[in-house]
């Protein structure tokens, strides 16, 4: 992964073991823990990810950095992976809440989903959230910006309309648009929502392929290169961390894809319109500092968004399908 840059301010994993052997990882049945708890620490934060890939991977880096440069040997965290499994995120946050620890940080929608069900009490900040709302099961016409409860955090989302300009801009003589995901992860199904609406402005037959989890992804990828044109990935956990898989059977059918975030681009897709996760775990992590050290309330915390996003390409892929990027792309480093 290149190297990251710090945000400047506020305002502005641990390694997993899959039991999800289809997706190229290896095989294991539980979570996977990696922890720094030490009785002399002032601070113990629980970190609890979903699921081993780049982009949250370098939200929970970023995440760490701001606590660990702000209080050094004050904080310490136990850090914790799910294994992409939700009930499993209720396990490790459970078992936070237990332990009597300062600070939750949630990587992910499941993460947070099962942190808020663990707990009133305890501050939890997140990151890697594409709608709060969606994960908090808060009305969307109720949402303020501000959860009113004891979460904040930051969010991942790229403006999806302009990624339904990018399917535009990129492929005009498409007829039909594919959106796949994992139907077990709501923000996918938010994102999928949302742009549907966006691309069929464009005049694009839209259709959903949804798979529950690891084991039908290849079927479901499968079946959508059969019928469409274009692929569209959201910023998928499951289908990130099976993007090898997917990519086998895109390129061997000639369907690109446009990509919901910068590591399944860089796994198999033609470009994404996307934000630095290192840089949004980063915001996290002052926002826990905002909280643990100056009291700020969680519930008056604004959601914060990543202040840029880029449009970026994979060249290998472009240049394999004989695809040519505007100028203002952005090439992926890739290995």
Request: net charge negative; aromatic share 6%.
């Amino acid at each position: 992964m290149k190297k990251r840059k710090l945000i400047a301010a506020l305002l502005c994993a641990t390694t997993v073991v899959m039991s999800l052997a289809a997706c190229g990882g290896n095989s294991s049945d539980s979570a996977t823990s990696e922890g720094t708890t030490s009785a002399e620490a002032t601070y113990t934060v629980g970190i609890c990810q979903l699921v081993q890939h780049e982009a949250l991977d370098a939200a929970t880096e970023g995440f760490k950095a701001a606590l660990t440069e702000k209080l050094g040997d004050d904080v310490a965290f136990d850090e914790q992976n799910a294994a992409g499994d939700s009930a499993t995120c209720a396990t490790i946050t459970n078992g936070f809440v237990s332990s009597g620890y300062d600070l939750i940080m949630a990587n992910a929608t499941a993460s947070l989903s099962a942190a808020s069900a663990a707990t009133g009490d305890i501050p939890i900040v997140a990151t890697s959230i594409t709608d709060y709302a969606t994960a908090l099961n808060i009305d969307a016409s109720e949402w303020s910006g501000k959860s009113g409860i004891n979460v904040t955090g930051t969010s991942d989302l790229a403006p999806l309309d302009q990624q339904a300009d990018m399917v535009n801009e990129l492929f005009p003589d498409a007829k039909t648009v594919g959106i796949l995901y994992c139907s077990g992860e709501a923000n996918s199904q938010y994102q999928a929502t949302t742009i549907t609406g966006y691309l069929e402005e464009y005049g694009y037959t839209v259709k959903d392929y949804t798979f529950s989890d690891s084991n039908d992804v290849a079927q479901v990828t499968q079946a959508a290169c059969d019928e469409v044109d274009v692929l569209y990935i959201p910023t998928d956990n499951t289908a990130a961390n099976c993007i090898q898989n997917i990519n086998n059977i895109t390129s061997a059918a000639e369907i690109p894809i446009v990509a919901g975030e910068e590591g399944i681009c860089a796994g198999g897709g033609v470009a994404t319109l996307s934000i630095d996760y290192y840089d949004i775990g980063y915001a996290a992590g002052m926002m826990a500092y905002e909280i643990l050290v100056n009291g700020a309330d969680p519930a008056e915390m604004d959601i914060q968004f990543a202040e840029e996003v880029k449009k970026e390409y994979n060249p290998t892929i472009c240049d394999a399908l004989g695809i040519t990027v505007p100028s203002d792309y952005e090439a992926i480093e890739t290995e």
